[in-house]
């Protein structure tokens, strides 16, 4: 096991450049299941879940061939196997296999996902999905099976607008008969990405991106190439980052149109912002002002930057009030941050903060994003070391977060516990 070690308290300064997202590439992965020939993705984060999801393909008798940014998928040997323990476990976002086994074989068997647990994490909508286009779904020991004789298009209203339920159902209806309708499906940027890619592999998908998605089904799908988009959540950070240290950081490789509930309420504290068509400047200042932040579905204030938020309001001045409206109870790096001094209590869905100056202290990552809300507050104080345990959990998100932030001037390095 591995933890961070942080003396922070330097401005970062310099220019990072973001990867592909993770939380695309994890959904393009199993939709490479769907193609009967070679699927080649750019771009692709150096994630430990993009080689949990690599091993799974590989157990599926895929070839996957990673090197570098780029994985080549060729999945024309992909058996339909029962996938109840193994790999899969390992991770949340394994419920795409759901759909892409399926879409390609009408059967699967698969693992209950695990990954980030900060509160439950309901698949039902998944489900109805799957069910609507004609599969039975029975949960056995933990494993869930899915078996249709075959998948006939429909039109399916989601409950909740979820990025999961939305993809795994755009993966089970491209090679179904007929046309399938989601409405109130999510809008998430990293939805568009999956329909392009599909798309691109013959599938016909229109209206990815907004709230009603049509999916005309198809026999057949072909391989073909795609670039993932960049990660906005890692921008999101890093952006946070420049600004909790006061520094200077253009973060390159990223759409900026992705970033705009972030940049407005950056904007809104006193921060500098300088947009540009693949880049972000933030330019940091000595006093920011307190904001109240609602975390929504895109386009509103990303869930999975709210913990990194937390920690950059314990820099402003005054009270700041941030609720997630998407989880109710994702807090887990509360507790911590107030190990390190903050001023900050839970109430209901919202955390209020009181600004002032944190300290050094032994904190634990319990989850990914709670684990860069860590590292940021870590980056802000002078005096000491902060340790940051739970390494793990940023790994799974984080592509090269440790010299990334070195080239920035942190003094951060990672040591064996
Ligand atoms: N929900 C249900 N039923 C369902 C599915 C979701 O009630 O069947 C609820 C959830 O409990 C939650 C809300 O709907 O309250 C939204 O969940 P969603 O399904 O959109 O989340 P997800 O697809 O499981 C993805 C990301 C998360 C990110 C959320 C929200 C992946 C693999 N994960 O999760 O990313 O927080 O969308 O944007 O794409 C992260 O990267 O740290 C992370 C947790």
Not at 235 to 261: C, F, Q, S, W
Not at 274 to 300: C, N, Q
Not at 357 to 384: C, F, M, P, Q, Y
Request: aromatic share 4%; net charge negative.
């Amino acid at each position: 096991m591995e933890k961070l070690m942080i003396t922070g308290g330097r401005p970062l300064q310099g220019t990072v450049s973001i990867s592909g997202a993770k939380n695309s590439a994890i959904a393009l992965i199993p939709a490479a299941i769907l193609a009967e020939s070679e699927v080649i993705l750019d771009n692709l984060p150096l994630l430990s879940d993009v080689a949990v999801y690599s091993e799974i393909l590989e157990e599926l008798g895929a070839a996957v061939a990673w090197e570098g940014s780029q994985m080549r998928i060729d999945p024309s040997s992909i058996k339909s196997i029962p996938m109840p323990n193994g790999p899969v476990k390992k991770l949340r976002a394994s419920y795409y296999m759901m759909g892409a086994m399926l879409g390609r074989f009408k059967e699967a068997i698969i693992g209950l996902p695990g990954g980030c647990n900060f509160e439950p994490r309901p698949i039902d909508q998944h489900i109805k999905g799957f069910e609507a286009l004609g599969a039975t779904v029975t949960n056995e020991h933990g494993a869930i099976h899915l078996h249709a004789k075959e998948l006939r298009g429909t039109k399916i209203y989601l409950d909740v607008s979820s990025v999961g339920a939305t993809i795994n159902i755009m993966l089970a209806a491209a090679r179904a008969k007929g046309a399938t309708i989601i409405e109130n499906a999510a809008k998430e940027p990293e939805i568009i990405d999956v329909a392009t890619l599909l798309n691109s592999m013959g599938a016909i998908i229109k209206g990815a991106g907004t709230e009603t998605i049509r999916i005309e089904g198809v026999s057949e799908l072909h391989g073909c190439r795609h670039s993932i988009i960049p990660d906005r959540i890692q921008a999101g950070t890093y952006m946070i980052a420049a600004a909790a240290t006061r520094g200077n950081v253009l973060i390159d490789n990223v759409i900026p149109k992705h970033m705009e509930a972030l940049t407005a309420k950056m904007q809104e504290m006193g921060i500098g912002i300088e947009e540009y068509d693949e880049s972000i400047r933030v330019l940091g200042s000595s006093s920011y002002e307190h904001v109240d932040v609602k975390a929504l579905v895109y386009p509103g204030f990303a869930t999975d930057l709210q913990s990194p938020m937390t920690s950059l309001l314990t820099q402003a001045q005054g009270v700041s009030v941030l609720s997630d409206f998407v989880y109710s109870n994702r807090f887990k790096h509360v507790p911590e941050l107030v190990r390190m001094g903050a001023k900050i209590r839970v109430e209901g869905r919202s955390a209020i903060i009181e600004g002032g100056k944190l300290n050094a202290a032994k904190v634990k990552a319990a989850d990914l994003r709670a684990g860069a809300a860590l590292v940021i507050a870590g980056l802000t104080v002078s005096e000491g070391v902060t340790e940051v345990s739970g390494v793990e959990y940023i790994d799974r998100g984080y592509d090269h977060l440790v010299s990334n932030l070195r080239l920035l001037g942190a003094d951060v390095w990672r040591q064996t516990e």
